[in-house]
């Protein structure tokens, strides 16, 4: 089993739709969960990161974790075409104190068409 | 500095030969790791750097990668006689580090390309 996956796409919806994206990881040790978005040639960028269960808002997008079915998920409210990129989906744990590598998904292509 | 810096950002070589990728991360990270990105795939993790720990190095493919970082601060990736599956974007990010969120900043990479 993979430590963390994702469907790999591509999701396409309409402008202005909610964009729904999903993880889920294997370690039940994880206790930080991100979502990053990567444009097409560039480096990822944190978009939030989530700890504890139940929904975080961060203007149009929603981090939603479910630790007990070890999912997480990013919901994007009014999906705009410069919302389409890929979306990776990372998890980390503390291990001896400090915090222990994060491991990727190998991320979800949006593409949101106008 | 401001942000993560990696040089070379591109990079093309021959096949055999060795190479060397330079990161330098934020100012007061403790925390940096070495990823790897080949075309249309995701985050290969390579190596993490903590502080003064012991480096994790679980993600290193083969002996001929290793990887260093001087003072606790710039880092050198380096592969030697270089193949052609090598070729790949080559990512290091910086974190704050300690048991706060783990919040990656992510370099513009270095592009390899093994001939």
């Known amino acids: 089993q993979k430590e963390v996956e994702q469907n790999s796409g591509p999701l396409s919806v309409p402008e202005g739709a909610i964009a729904s994206l999903n993880c889920t990881y294997s370690?039940?040790?994880?206790?930080?969960f991100f979502w990053y978005r990567q444009y097409s040639g560039k480096s990822p960028e944190l978009i939030m990161f989530i700890y504890s269960n139940g929904d975080k808002e961060d203007g149009r997008f929603t981090a939603q974790l479910n630790k007990a079915s070890q999912y997480v998920s990013l919901l994007i409210r009014d999906s705009q075409p410069s919302d389409s990129a890929t979306y990776l989906c990372?998890?980390?744990?503390?291990?001896?104190?400090?915090?222990?590598?994060?491991?990727f998904g190998k991320g979800t292509l949006l593409t949101v068409n106008p | 500095g401001a942000g993560v810096s990696q040089s070379p950002s591109n990079k093309v070589t021959e096949k055999g030969k060795d190479v060397e990728l330079r990161c330098d991360p934020i100012?007061?990270?403790?925390?940096l790791y070495w990823y790897r990105q080949s075309l249309g795939q995701g985050l290969e993790f390579l190596i993490y750097f903590q502080g003064n720990s012991a480096p994790d190095k679980s993600g290193l493919p083969s002996d001929r990668f290793s990887a260093e970082r001087t003072g606790g601060s710039v880092s050198t990736l380096t592969i030697q006689r270089t193949q052609q599956e090598d070729s790949a974007v080559y990512l290091c990010a910086s974190s704050i580090g300690g048991t706060g969120a783990n919040v990656l900043t992510f370099g513009a990479g270095s592009r390899l390309t093994v001939l």
């Open positions: 100012s007061g990270h403790t925390a």
């Open positions: 990372a998890v980390n744990r503390i291990a001896g104190g400090s915090n222990y590598k994060l491991t």
């Open positions: 370690d039940r040790g994880s206790q930080s």
